[in-house]
């Protein structure tokens, strides 16, 4: 689910992002910082649940952008990067975090 646009400042380089992660990043990023504010999140996680990406098929599926947006944002500024993204879907497909045992 997790994506790095080329030109997103302070990303990993083991984040290798599909085109349609980068696609729907960009899309979502609306005012263009490299970052995604929980509007902009939703538009995001709809376009990659639309493409069939699974974690983002389950946000979608329990209308639960608010609380999967609180997980991914580890350092609360109100923003995603690409970095958290990759991080949060990562642990999530490892069965981590919230709502896991």
């Known amino acids: 689910m997790a994506l790095a646009p080329v030109s ?14 980068v696609d729907a990043f960009l899309t979502a990023d609306v005012n263009q910082d490299a970052l995604l504010h929980l509007s902009e999140f939703r538009t995001f996680i709809r376009l990659m649940a639309e493409a ?23 350092n609360n500024d ?13 642990a999530h497909q490892r069965g981590e975090g919230a709502g896991h045992n």
């Open 8 to 21: 997103a400042p302070a990303q990993s380089s083991d984040l290798n992002p599909t085109a349609t992660e």
């Open 78 to 90: 109100q923003r995603v990067s690409p970095d958290e993204l990759r991080a949060a879907d990562d």
């Open 52 to 74: 069939g990406q699974p974690t983002a098929r389950q946000i979608r599926m329990f209308a639960a952008y608010r609380f999967a947006f609180g997980i991914t944002d580890k």
